[in-house]
């Protein structure tokens, strides 16, 4: 029997459930962590700065696309918010981003009918795309759901605007898995229209949600295609457009578009953090990115992210701990159309010191569940073990997979990445658009993520990670 | 080995972990609910009807207390939507129920400093209140926090408006705790101030949310002191008036209300179901409560709960399975005031049939992730096993617990009561007031809801549940 208690015991702790529950004693580290943990709740939802902070970026500062003068006030604001919260080191580190700019022009009509009345439709270009002539493009519309009907539809699509209308699957449970089925056509939309000889990229926003707002985001030219131009256009505004398609097959749409890529600009990534007390040398890094899409205020993509590293580690001050190791917020900068911040800050020589983890916040200020966990399954395993610390709070569900974007640069040199699990029912209703302001973001799920990044932080760079194999 | 593994295996099933971690087969009736679970998440949230129904609730019906014309409406709304969903032997059950009226006026204002200019208060009388005489009651204010502060007061609260000034403490994770720890002065505040010689009650609005929206609910009187007037005052209010009182103790306050009890009205509870096909006498209730507050359109409390348990119906008749057991959708009437539908729906006689679960909604229409269960550690642990059923869903979370105050009286004959647990971080900032509106409950969560609710009774309906000795 005692036996069988013991494989019970370590099947147990592998898989996160609570050890009491069986009448084992609590772990130390379990022990030791409920007072914090209750500490962490009652001063963040309590006397909470999460709110507030963001309320600063998305109203004194809105959308900061990479290069921007939104950008720069970005920046400043990162350094005084985390000057304010008390960080140690507070600090810039310089580097060169992408400089991508809308531009006044954004528009997009069809005629058809009898009478050929001139109907607008929703658009906003895509990050990156070059704009069209300044009296725009004229064409007919070819329409198609996927790459493979456009290919098959040959020499039809020639000349023409390709209008790429798969929708966002909204029968998937995870709006991620639904995101990830339908981006392809906005990324990839451009050099597949230009590969038919299509003469732009019309795409269906990439959203479940059904309004008249354009969601905009990254896209790529491919060297052996002409670059042409690539807009989103709003699903209330595909779905007229499809209609009239079928009305009127011949009906042609004239896209007009004035953004344009300048030279790199000079930004930052803004650093600051509580060193450790034991080993100062061993870095946590957790962080989001700073700079948003010029839509919106860029308030869950990514404000909420960066506000959870900086109120994590304004909490850890304020309830009076201070890590073993040293937990460092950084804002990076660039995620949505170069990650330059990110590949910057894998790159800088780092003397005396050594990442061991690297947790991103960008999927929102949605409420917290977990935390998804990268470096294998004996990283899972130990992270699994702190079940107990996280249940009380509904934070202990750790899933098998990474970090974000960010610090995808750190992972590929073999550094753990984890992802804090939010929920996302809503979030790509938002998301990369003028819907993406604070007023969506709730005080209270926004704090609460803050704290999950705190406490998750905090029990690392206590506990430690198993180490790593080097890829 | 092997006797420890099936120990660890029994300790995971009881704990309703996924045994299939462990390399284990899945057991049968996960497997068979696999494909089950797959269709009512894509009839759902690719085809569901709950938030179509809720609009038709909240826009056509609008808010409904117990005998008003709108729960009249309600009622019809439910017998209308349960056969337009195709559900089985929907039927009205007659109960009749308390009629308690706002009336026309609920104002309240104070006069202090040298001009003594009138400063109006955002109110609303508490259900089931007596009104003041026509021109109000103008008197001095005693603020306190607590009964027992009210108490030590003595003489001093004689012939004062009595102001209960207790905040929701912001500071727990559970925003019912929250509620839990301030509702009192709502519920008995009347009876507390009358004793204390006081002529009237103000209490806080019981909501975390710093707004100008007073919220309403349910309060009582004693037999042996006076009823006195009962009225909450918007946070935004309550906060204004005390730093009022801090500046001019002296202050006089009016206030007027127009409310009444009128006689007892008929109204009704509404049932439909899908019958068993096997079992058809053993019966799972689900369901809501049909009536609201007379604020705002009572969306999230409970229009979400009473559309949760009709679509889950719908649903599992969409996706074209029958349940083993019986399960019935019951539309309460009277939870807020009276819980008359309840008692009545436990007390009357049903030949030839048994209750085996009562499965309340009554926590709004937010993210769900498990079940609240009562009827004892035998049926937690029989539902714990369904775990790898739910888990795909985060629908997994099965805590000790039971059903709310629909099924009580079920509950309290012996019947195991339960509670879809759902996110409720927001659910207090509606709650019993003018904010609990259509737009403040998303598309998605409440079918994820129903969802829950059609899972979880139809798993319970093929697996049945452990006996659960009668009290």
Redesign the interface.
């Known amino acids: 029997?005692k036996?069988?208690?013991?494989?019970?015991s370590v099947?147990?702790a592998l898989?996160g459930?609570n050890a009491r529950?069986?009448g084992a004693d609590p772990d130390p580290l379990a022990k030791r962590m409920g007072p914090i943990r209750g500490r962490l709740?009652?001063e963040g939802?309590?006397k909470g700065q999460a709110f507030a902070m963001l309320t600063e970026l998305c109203t004194t500062v809105g959308h900061r696309l990479s290069g921007s003068p939104g950008a720069a006030k970005a920046v400043a604001w990162a350094e005084r918010t985390m000057k304010r919260a008390g960080l140690d080191r507070v600090r810039l580190e310089p580097v060169m981003v992408p400089r991508w700019v809308r531009g006044e022009t954004e528009t997009a009509s069809y005629q058809s009918g009898a009478a050929k009345p001139d109907t607008p439709l929703s658009i906003c270009a895509l990050g990156g795309s070059v704009g069209t002539s300044s009296g725009g493009i004229t064409a007919e519309v070819l329409e198609v759901r996927s790459f493979e009907e456009l290919r098959a539809v040959g020499e039809r699509a020639k000349g023409k605007i390709i209008f790429f209308n798969r929708p966002f699957?909204?029968?998937?449970?995870d709006p991620f898995a639904a995101y990830g089925g339908a981006v392809g056509q906005r990324g990839s939309g451009a050099i597949e229209a230009a590969r038919a000889g299509g003469v732009a990229a019309l795409v269906r926003s990439v959203t479940?949600r059904l309004d008249d707002v354009p969601h905009t985001g990254s896209m790529s030219y491919a060297g052996d295609v002409p670059k042409v131009p690539a807009a989103a256009v709003s699903t209330v505004g595909a779905n007229r457009l499809s209609e009239a398609l079928k009305a009127d097959p011949r009906l042609r749409l004239t896209l007009a578009l004035s953004c344009e890529t300048l030279p790199d600009a000079p930004s930052s990534n803004v650093l600051g953090e509580l060193v450790g007390s034991e080993m100062p040398g061993e870095v946590i890094v957790i962080g989001g990115h700073l700079d948003s899409w010029d839509k919106g205020q860029g308030a869950h993509d990514d404000g909420a992210g960066c506000v959870h590293a900086i109120e994590a580690l304004r909490l850890l001050k304020a309830i009076g701990v201070r890590p073993k190791r040293t937990i460092r917020a950084v804002m990076f900068m660039n995620e949505e159309n170069g990650n330059r911040g990110g590949i910057a800050y894998a790159a800088a020589a780092r003397p005396g010191e050594r990442a061991i983890a690297a947790i991103e916040s960008d999927r929102g200020g949605g409420?917290p569940?977990g935390f998804s966990v990268g470096g294998g399954p004996a990283v899972l395993s130990a992270v699994s073990k702190w079940g107990p610390i996280f249940e009380?709070?509904?934070l202990d569900?750790f899933r098998a997979g990474g970090g974000g974007t960010d610090v995808a640069p750190l992972t590929a040199k073999g550094v753990p990445g984890f992802e804090i699990i939010v929920?996302t029912?809503?979030y790509f209703d938002y998301h990369h658009s003028d819907n993406d302001v604070l007023g969506e973001v709730?005080p209270?799920?926004l704090e609460?993520g803050a704290i999950a990044m705190a406490l998750f932080s905090y029990t690392m760079a206590e506990d430690g990670l198993p180490a790593v194999k080097r890829p």
Chains 1, 2 share one sequence.
Do not use: N, T, W, Y
């Open positions: 029997l036996s069988g208690l013991k494989i019970a099947a147990l898989l459930v529950l069986l709740v009652r939802l309590a699957d909204p029968g998937l449970f479940g409420m569940h009380p709070l509904q569900r929920d029912q809503r709730h209270r799920e609460l």
